[in-house]
């Protein structure tokens, strides 16, 4: 299995950036797609996660109503709209695949997990 994320990069705060994971080796409409996001000291945090379907969607409330993930199962794919930036969102953020039909919060419960793509907002 692999997970591939792409998109980050600089962007100034109120910008926007789109991320998208690619995910091969699994039938990827089985799969609960999550991201994540990491900066240096602090735990891995649940960024938002989608079911497998596409038809349940759930999002931190740090970032609900700028933030929208969504999922293409016919291109093993999953995105993640980031509207607004803050500086505060600035991290690595990682997309992780789970063989569960329900989307979980803990990094813990996800069992692939891409190298992870590096956001740097400037204020």
């Known amino acids: 299995v692999q997970v591939v994320e792409s998109g980050g990069g600089l962007v100034q705060a109120g910008g926007s950036l789109r991320l998208s994971c690619a995910a091969s080796g699994l039938t990827f409409s089985n799969y609960t797609m999550g991201w994540f996001r990491q900066t240096p000291g602090k735990e891995r945090e649940f960024v938002a996660g989608v079911s497998g379907s596409g038809s349940s969607l759930y999002s931190t409330d740090s970032v609900k109503g700028r933030f929208t993930i969504s999922r293409d199962n016919a291109k093993n794919a999953v995105y993640l709209q980031m509207d607004r930036l803050k500086p505060e969102d600035a991290a690595v953020y990682y997309c992780?695949?789970?063989?569960?039909?329900?989307?979980?919060?803990?990094?813990?419960?996800?069992?692939?997990w891409g190298q992870g793509t590096q956001v740097t907002v400037s204020s």
């Open positions: 992780a695949a789970r063989a569960f039909p329900f989307i979980s919060r803990s990094s813990d419960t996800y069992d692939y």
